[in-house]
Nanobody
Framework: QVQLVESGGGLVQPGGSLTLSCAVSGITLDYYVIGWFRQAPGKGREGVACASGTAPITYYVDSVKGRFTTSRDHGKNTVYLQMNSLKPEDTAVYFC?????????????????????WGQGTQVTVSS
């Protein structure tokens, strides 16, 4: 059974930083694509970033490029989303999800429908 558990959310002031973690069990991350998504109140779920475990593909939505970085610790089977220079518009519930190798993450897009397993989400609030 695949499980994803996000942590690291919280309240931060504009311009601050947070690192989200996504601990994965039931699969070996090396062979899977990991995506990060967020959902603000009253809005749909938006793809934020993704990275392939096998091919050198990483994608970031334009609104977070240069501020967010995704990485993975294979030994811990954990994925991270480092978020810097946070803005109030980054406020949302953040989710991690997995997709099979070759799916979900492309040079210019992230496809939410191709992700199979999802975490429960962690709240990020950017406010002064």
């Amino acid at each position: 059974q695949v499980q994803l558990v996000e942590s690291g959310g919280g309240l931060v002031q504009p311009g601050g930083s947070l690192t989200l973690s996504c601990a994965v069990s039931g699969i070996t991350l090396d062979y899977y694509v990991i995506g990060w998504f967020r959902q603000a109140p009253g809005k749909g779920r938006e793809g934020v970033a993704c990275a392939s475990g096998t091919a050198p593909i990483t994608y970031y939505v334009d609104s977070v490029k240069g501020r967010f970085t995704t990485s993975r610790d294979h030994g811990k089977n954990t994925v991270y989303l480092q978020m810097n220079s946070l803005k109030p518009e980054d406020t949302a519930v953040y989710f991690c999800a997995t997709a099979d190798a070759g799916y979900g993450c492309y040079d210019h897009s992230i496809r939410r429908s191709e992700y199979d397993n999802w975490g429960q989400g962690t709240q990020v609030t950017v406010s002064s």
